[in-house]
């Protein structure tokens, strides 16, 4: 299963969830996933990562703003972040965190592109690299991102972060666009929205995680305390889920089946 030591500049390189509850989110997920959990940390905040088998997979924090949602943040990595906030910023993004140095873990940033108004962080690597193994499963499997302004979104993305980008579906009831990064395969996607998102919520990313056993991981999820709101294992993209867990922080699961097995 494909391991990267440094991600490629413009690729999701980590996942982080702002939880409400620090111990349940831990207890929930390494439970759900066989994780073991290293933290949390004092010394940064309370900071806690999710670990596979040795290897970085997750990380995670009790949220610091009231009024926000429990959620998955997703990171893409550059090479300059200075340069990348500047770039982003003329393109007509907007700055949340500016670049800060995190000890020697590397440099972080959050903006929100200007587009759709869905907030993405920036991570420059230091001796933190981000998760170290995806695709396989109980690894970070697939980074989508939700939009009602997806020819904007696209041309933000491709200028900012240099995706290489590939059309899947221009039909009007399905627009969907993958991206790479670096040489890199198809990481993510991107979907026009628009018919399905409610008024009140801003365009957003969501995260996959990759399982060897899609319904299996649902029954395990149940008995945890996690709920499941979709759920289609014949899609041509895997055995797909929705699912929120006891705090309330969305997540999907992708599995194989017939139509797409995972290698």
């Not at 997750?58 to 959620?71: F, N, Y």
């Amino acid at each position: 299963m494909p391991t990267r030591e440094t991600p490629p500049a413009g690729a999701p390189c980590w996942l982080e969830i702002g939880t409400s509850d620090s111990q349940r989110t831990r207890d929930f997920y390494s439970a759900l996933f066989d994780w073991t959990v290293d933290g949390p940390h004092e010394d940064m905040g309370g900071y806690f990562n999710f670990v596979k088998d040795g290897v970085l997979v997750a990380g995670g924090m009790t949220k610091m703003q009231e009024g926000v949602p429990d959620l998955w943040s997703v990171y893409i990595a550059t090479d300059d972040i200075e340069k990348t906030v500047e770039t982003a910023t003329a393109a007509g993004g907007v700055v949340h965190v500016p670049a800060m140095d995190v000890m020697d873990l590397g440099k972080m940033a959050f903006i929100t592109d200007p587009a759709g108004g869905a907030v993405v962080g920036l991570w420059q690597p230091g001796t933190h690299k981000g998760f170290g193994e995806f695709g396989a499963p109980r690894t970070p499997g697939w980074f989508e991102l939700h939009t009602r302004k997806y020819d904007a979104t696209l041309r933000f993305y491709r200028e900012v972060f240099g995706w290489q980008t590939e059309a899947v579906s221009d039909e009007p009831n399905f627009r969907y666009t993958t991206f790479g990064a670096g040489g890199a395969e198809q990481l993510g996607g991107v979907i026009d929205d628009t018919a399905n998102l409610p008024p009140e919520a801003p365009s957003h990313w969501q995260v996959y995680f990759a399982v060897a056993d899609t319904s299996a991981t649902i029954d395990r999820l149940a008995a945890l305390g996690g709920t499941v709101h979709m759920h289609d294992p014949n899609t041509p993209y895997g055995d797909l889920a929705v699912a929120v867990d006891p705090t309330g922080a969305q997540f999907n699961l992708v599995g194989p089946n017939d139509n797409m097995p995972m290698s």
